[in-house]
Structure formats: C-alpha cells, structure tokens
C-alpha cells in the first residue's frame, strides 16, 4: 500500500463530522487502520505515567514508544479517532517538559495512539533530539 499522506487524513476526518454517527464512526475507524501502518519517525521506548487532557477532562495513562510524530498511551478512557488531546511528556534528557497537542489516530482495547499535531511543529522539530538523548540515558549499564 502506498503511504497515505497525513493532511489527507486530516482532512478527511475533520469532514467525517458532518456524517451520520454511525457513518463517522465507521470512517474513522477505517482511518485509524490505514495509519496503524504508517511510521513517520522511528519510535523509542518510553514508559512514563502521564495526565494529558482532552474535551472530555483530565485523563491519566502510561506512555510508551514515543517518536517525533506520536506516542501510543495505555488508557481505559474511551476515545474517539480523531478527538484531540494535549500532553506533556517529560524526559530526563530534557530540562524542560515538551508540551505538545494531538490527535487519536488509532484505539486498541489497550489504549490510544496519538499524531502529534502540525500546530506542535516547533516542539516536534527538538522531539528527535530529546528522543536520542533519552535513548542513551537508557541503555548506560
């Protein structure tokens, strides 16, 4: 399969709303298979609790496999594909928490995968950085 190019995707998830419910659910649940495939940036192990936020509230979860363009959270929350949320992720190679927004792309009975949105952009750029450094931290004995 050809890779999908995400600002299609977006784009059709954002027209999803205007269709019936049942219609949208299955739509977004067909879009969340084509990204399932999709890696943008290679992934890091990361296992951090973390609160992140969404239309819903306050959520709690554990993060793992962060990338650049995303990271997939062990939640029992219930989300929608499509529905956006905020994090802040904390790594010990970084001084700073990186505060980033983004979409549900993929729910499994285990939890949410989230895209990183292109309004983070300036946050994703120094994801890879972080993401190598925290990478090293890690594997010293």
Avoid at 42 to 53: G, H, I, Q
Wanted: glycine share 6%.
């Amino acid at each position: 399969m050809r890779s999908i190019d995400n600002s299609v995707i977006e784009k059709i998830a954002t027209l999803s709303g205007e269709l019936p419910e049942k219609q949208k659910q299955q739509l977004l649940d067909l879009i969340g298979s084509w990204r399932e495939d999709v890696r943008q940036a290679p992934r890091a192990p990361y296992k951090e609790l973390l609160n992140f936020t969404s239309k819903k509230g306050s959520h709690y979860g554990h993060a793992h496999d962060v990338s650049a363009s995303g990271v997939f959270i062990e939640t029992t929350a219930y989300f929608e594909v499509g529905e956006q949320v905020n994090l802040v992720l904390t790594f010990i190679s970084a001084p700073n928490p990186v505060r980033l927004t983004g979409s549900v792309v993929r729910k499994t009975a285990d939890g949410i995968g989230v895209h990183f949105d292109e309004s983070s952009q300036s946050q994703v750029k120094e994801m890879d950085s972080i993401i190598s450094k925290h990478a090293l931290i890690l594997r010293q004995p």
